[in-house]
């Protein structure tokens, strides 16, 4: 009996290994494209086996009019819900069919049962008894917008979002499938469409800039945001157009890393070219590639800040302030008329010389470093030039309190 249970666990595991499948080549990054064109955003929460961890893509479409068009990044090659371009996925598939080439076919989830229905049919299959790694799955925009379950023209004014399950069929077999719980022999793929664009309902808003090498760094306002908004996009403009086009747009500028659209924040805008100024403006991207509108320019010109602390010759005060300032003035004449008129003076100017200048690059990279220079230099700054002043004002005061103090006194 014993060996009896083992050999039929033994066969049901031959059994469960050897259906056809279906699986994601690359699950880290999965490939996934409109045409070849167009890479679709993609997030992905495991293999894409279990219905709650899909492969989510982000489909944008455009309508008849030119509104989604100026405010993608395709622009006018922005694909409409009849286009005939495929939405392509790369796959791995196992074929254990010894008579039949089985093809990658879509089904959507009915709303009405668990069952789920045809959508359409890739055109490349996996030949008979055979592994085919890399396949890619096409699926044309027109015959997932037409499907019963997808509605398209819904997407135009707000995101729609559906299951769908990938899945293995012969040719000419256009059946329903009983609901893929387990997605033993298939992928679930949640496909996300849109073609909503954002107006006046969001305005973004540059707030402030500070001055790098090679670097601006801007603080901003989003009023606000949005569950499908992806990064942030930084652009050098001619000039400001309040409706958003790509028209007046010179370039966009290099940041690291996405930075991911808060209320409130910061972005780096990298690898400028130091001594020409900017007009920068920027836009709130989503998963589908639509942009918000433009937010107004700030103009900013990056320093070379070799060129501008050599210059300056005041490390720590040069690198807080970051530009040509009073305060920095000040302490450049205390240092060319007191201290470097004296031994100890000019040891001191020596020693800062020669250690200053490496902590530099750190205090330019954090900017609470720098804000916290400003207050000690504006403070000596005040103590220098007017502590005399408040001294005697503050005995004046006492001495006036004193005296109303005393003639407050009764007999």
């Given at each position: 009996?014993?060996?009896?249970?083992?050999?039929?666990?033994?066969?049901?595991?031959?059994?469960?290994?050897?259906?056809?499948?279906?699986?994601?080549?690359?699950?880290?990054?999965?490939?996934?494209?409109?045409?070849?064109?167009?890479?679709?955003?993609?997030?992905?929460?495991g293999d894409g086996t279990s219905s709650?961890?899909?492969?989510?893509?982000?489909?944008?479409?455009?309508?008849?009019?030119?509104?989604?068009?100026?405010?993608?990044?395709?622009?006018?090659?922005?694909?409409?819900?009849?286009?005939?371009?495929?939405?392509?996925?790369?796959?791995?598939?196992?074929?254990?069919?010894?008579?039949?080439?089985?093809?990658?076919?879509?089904?959507?989830?009915?709303?009405?049962?668990?069952?789920?229905?045809?959508?359409?049919?890739?055109?490349?299959?996996?030949?008979?008894?055979?592994?085919?790694?890399?396949?890619?799955?096409?699926?044309?925009?027109?015959?997932?917008?037409?499907?019963?379950?997808?509605?398209?023209?819904?997407?135009?004014?707000?995101?729609?979002?559906?299951?769908?399950?990938?899945?293995?069929?012969?040719?000419?077999?256009?059946?329903?499938?009983?609901?893929?719980?387990?997605?033993?022999?298939?992928?679930?793929?949640?496909?996300?469409?849109?073609?909503?664009v954002y107006d006046s309902s969001v305005?973004?808003?540059?707030?402030?800039?500070?001055?790098?090498?090679?670097?601006?760094?801007?603080?901003?306002?989003?009023?606000?945001?949005?569950?499908?908004?992806?990064?942030?996009?930084?652009?050098?403009?001619?000039?400001?157009?309040?409706?958003?086009?790509?028209?007046?747009?010179?370039?966009?500028?290099?940041?690291?890393?996405d930075v991911t659209p808060e209320a409130?924040?910061?972005?780096?805008?990298?690898?400028?070219?130091?001594?020409?100024?900017?007009?920068?403006?920027?836009?709130?991207?989503?998963?589908?590639?639509?942009?918000?509108?433009?937010?107004?320019?700030?103009?900013?010109?990056?320093?070379?800040?070799?060129?501008?602390?050599?210059?300056?010759?005041?490390?720590?005060?040069?690198?807080?302030?970051?530009?040509?300032?009073?305060?920095?003035?000040?302490?450049?004449?205390?240092?060319?008329?007191?201290?470097?008129?004296?031994?100890?003076?000019?040891?001191?100017?020596?020693?800062?010389?020669?250690?200053?200048?490496?902590?530099?690059?750190?205090?330019?990279?954090?900017?609470?470093?720098?804000?916290?220079?400003?207050?000690?230099?504006?403070?000596?700054?005040?103590?220098?030039?007017?502590?005399?002043?408040?001294?005697?004002?503050?005995?004046?005061?006492?001495?006036?309190?004193?005296?109303?103090?005393?003639?407050?006194?009764?007999?």
């Amino acid at each position: 009996m014993k060996y009896f249970i083992l050999g039929f666990l033994f066969t049901l595991s031959i059994l469960s290994t050897s259906a056809s499948t279906v699986r994601i080549s690359d699950t880290t990054a999965p490939v996934v494209n409109v045409g070849n064109i167009y890479s679709v955003y993609n997030t992905l929460g495991g293999d894409g086996t279990s219905s709650s961890a899909p492969l989510k893509l982000y489909i944008p479409i455009s309508g008849s009019g030119t509104t989604q068009s100026n405010n993608h990044i395709l622009t006018t090659s922005l694909f409409k819900a009849d286009s005939t371009l495929t939405l392509n996925t790369t796959i791995d598939v196992v074929n254990t069919d010894d008579t039949n080439v089985l093809y990658p076919t879509l089904y959507v989830k009915d709303d009405a049962s668990t069952n789920y229905l045809f959508v359409s049919r890739s055109s490349s299959g996996c030949s008979t008894a055979s592994t085919c790694e890399d396949l890619v799955s096409s699926f044309t925009i027109d015959s997932i917008c037409d499907s019963a379950e997808i509605d398209c023209t819904g997407a135009l004014s707000s995101p729609i979002t559906v299951t769908t399950y990938l899945f293995l069929s012969q040719t000419a077999v256009d059946t329903s499938i009983s609901d893929p719980t387990s997605g033993t022999d298939g992928i679930f793929v949640e496909l996300n469409i849109s073609g909503a664009v954002y107006d006046s309902s969001v305005t973004n808003t540059l707030t402030s800039v500070e001055k790098g090498d090679e670097r601006l760094k801007f603080y901003y306002t989003i009023s606000a945001i949005q569950n499908n908004f992806r990064d942030i996009a930084i652009f050098d403009v001619s000039s400001y157009n309040s409706s958003f086009g790509l028209a007046g747009i010179n370039e966009i500028l290099s940041i690291d890393d996405d930075v991911t659209p808060e209320a409130s924040g910061s972005f780096e805008a990298k690898n400028l070219t130091n001594n020409r100024t900017y007009n920068i403006s920027f836009a709130v991207r989503d998963y589908y590639g639509f942009y918000t509108p433009l937010s107004s320019t700030l103009s900013a010109t990056p320093l070379d800040i070799a060129e501008f602390l050599e210059k300056n010759q005041c490390y720590f005060i040069s690198a807080g302030f970051m530009e040509q300032h009073y305060v920095l003035n000040y302490f450049r004449y205390i240092r060319d008329h007191y201290l470097l008129k004296v031994k100890l003076g000019q040891s001191f100017v020596e020693f800062y010389y020669k250690t200053a200048p490496q902590y530099v690059p750190y205090i330019i990279e954090h900017p609470f470093i720098q804000a916290l220079i400003r207050v000690v230099a504006y403070s000596v700054y005040f103590v220098l030039n007017f502590g005399l002043y408040a001294l005697s004002l503050y005995l004046l005061v006492r001495f006036l309190f004193s005296k109303v103090s005393k003639n407050a006194i009764p007999e």
